[in-house]
């Protein structure tokens, strides 16, 4: 038997209003690649890597997807067992809206994703031509 509807549409609800402030553990992060389990290699606006475990509200609910933000919220240190850093505490659904609120970092603006080897690429590019030297 599924998840009940409600449970499915309260969460996602949730991820729809940004919060008014952040607690100081928290941050929004950018998702670089999942780990599995659960798990996901996010990137602070500093650059540094954590990993973060999805809140169990969310799972096989929201999904999140690779270069999309979610907030995070950080462990104390030296409290549990678990491998993850932190926990993915909301999933930034409605990107404007959050852009718009005072604590959203500056670091991720519209064109900060690494695309340095966007050149040396040739994809969607027509191969040389003869008639060129000619």
Known sequence: ????????????????????TLEPSQSVV??????GNNLYTCELPNRKTVLLELAQ????????????YVLGERYEEGSGDTRADGEIVNVVRDEKL????PYWPKEFTKNTYDLSDEDDSTVGRLPPSDSEEE
């Open 1 to 20: 038997m599924g998840k009940p509807k409600r449970n499915v549409l309260a969460a996602a609800e949730e991820t729809l209003t940004p919060p008014a």
């Open 30 to 35: 950018r998702v670089v690649k999942p780990q």
């Open 57 to 68: 509200r969310f799972r096989n609910t929201i999904w999140i997807k690779r270069g999309g």
């Open 98 to 101: 959050w852009r718009k609120q």
